[in-house]
């Protein structure tokens, strides 16, 4: 099993980016898909999570009434769309795709916004 994300970049400030991560080799209905980011010289934090069993829906408070996160089934894609992005959004953003049995993550799709 294996998840990848695409998209990110360069991005100003206010900006609105979306990031994906695609899974395969896992039933992507049956795991919850979530999103954590490492900013510079930061731990990794959490930033969002879709839990399959019922479609909820967790974000970071950081992140909250700015981010989106929502999947595709048909695609087996995970979306997080980022709006109003702040310098301190910066950060490597990791998908990680979890169930009851195993968990794996991405390599990271980096994000950058400049002012």
């Known amino acids: 099993a294996q998840v990848v994300e695409s998209g990110g970049g360069l991005v100003q400030a206010g900006g609105s980016p979306r990031i994906s991560c695609t899974a395969s080799?896992?039933?992507?209905?049956?795991?919850?898909m979530a999103w954590s980011r490492e900013g510079p010289g930061k731990e990794r934090e959490f930033v969002a999570s879709?839990?399959?069993?019922?479609?909820?829906?967790y974000y970071a408070d950081s992140v909250k009434g700015r981010f989106t996160i929502y999947r595709d089934i048909a695609k087996n894609t995970v979306y997080l769309q980022m709006n109003n992005l702040k310098l301190e959004d910066t950060a490597v953003y990791y998908c990680?795709?979890?169930?009851?049995?195993?968990?794996?993550w991405g390599q990271g799709a980096q994000v950058t916004v400049s002012s």
């Open positions: 080799g896992l039933t992507f209905n049956q795991y919850t």
């Open positions: 990680n795709a979890s169930s009851d049995y195993d968990t794996c």
């Open positions: 879709h839990v399959h069993k019922d479609g909820s829906t």
